[in-house]
């Protein structure tokens, strides 16, 4: 049998209504953002194209720093929005400690790395801190296996270690959902990194720092009493997480 035109056509708007039906009412596009929150939107674009690692946000503080003074033993905090948010208490938390803090909100590993040498090796640090991996499960810049985060901070690692600098590798925080990105199911995920910093540590000379274990609930989410959302904590979870700090520092200093 010949198949005409208007067959083909009528098979072909078949297929299409099969593969994406339509979506009831309820499912319907949201309403569209405001002309504010599309101009926020597009900044935030721009400013990650023009400076992916965001390497413009320290650059005026490390310049003001300066080198650590004779004796000083300074404490580089790296990470990401945990350890931007963390900074503000530390003149509490760290009365007199020479402790700088240098996270970015949302920064996954790869971003971290490009710009470890300007906001870690070039403050000449005697310890980093290092927490990161969250975001990197989250997807915050693209897909991101076990592999790939676990090279991203083996290279951190050894570009500290190889400028004299010690290392603590601070475990990933507990996480049961991301709220920014729901229905990713991280926190065994994040369990499986923790598994590999706390081994990559112990064969490498390098101190591992367990936040996990003191802040984990039944679900391995964060607390509810440590946190505002599931993922970064509040006061209360950076007071539990400061002694723990301490201590880590305080073993990576006598190495």
Do not use: C
Not at 101 to 114: H, K, W
Not at 214 to 234: C, K
């Amino acid at each position: 049998m010949t198949t005409t035109p208007s067959r083909l056509l009528a098979g072909a708007l078949l297929l299409a209504a099969l593969a994406f039906p339509r979506a009831p009412l309820a499912a319907q596009e949201p309403t569209p953002p405001s002309p504010a929150e599309l101009a926020r939107r597009l900044a935030a674009a721009e400013q990650r194209l023009a400076d992916w690692p965001n390497l413009a946000r320290y650059r005026e503080a490390n310049a003001a720093l300066g080198a650590p003074r004779p004796g000083e033993e300074r404490v580089v905090f790296y990470g990401n929005s945990i350890t931007d948010s963390w900074a503000k208490y530390f003149p509490a938390q760290f009365p007199g400690r020479p402790y700088v803090g240098r996270g970015i909100s949302g920064q996954t590993t790869p971003q971290m790395l490009v710009r470890f040498r300007q906001d870690v090796l070039e403050l000449r640090p005697a310890v980093v801190v290092i927490l990161a991996g969250t975001n990197d499960i989250a997807g915050n810049t693209g897909p991101a296996t076990l592999e790939k985060i676990a090279g991203n901070l083996t290279s951190m690692v050894e570009l500290a270690r190889a400028n004299g600098i010690r290392v603590v590798l601070s475990s990933v925080l507990p996480a049961y959902d991301y709220p920014w990105k729901p229905g990713l199911e991280p926190a065994a995920k994040i369990v499986a990194l923790n598994e590999w910093l706390q081994q990559y540590a112990a064969g490498h000379d390098v101190v591992y720092l367990d936040y996990w274990s003191a802040m984990a609930d039944e679900r391995h989410g964060l607390r509810a009493e440590l946190t505002t959302d599931g993922v970064h904590p509040n006061e209360q979870g950076y007071r539990l997480m400061a002694p723990l700090a301490e201590r880590a520092i305080a073993r990576a200093l006598r190495r």
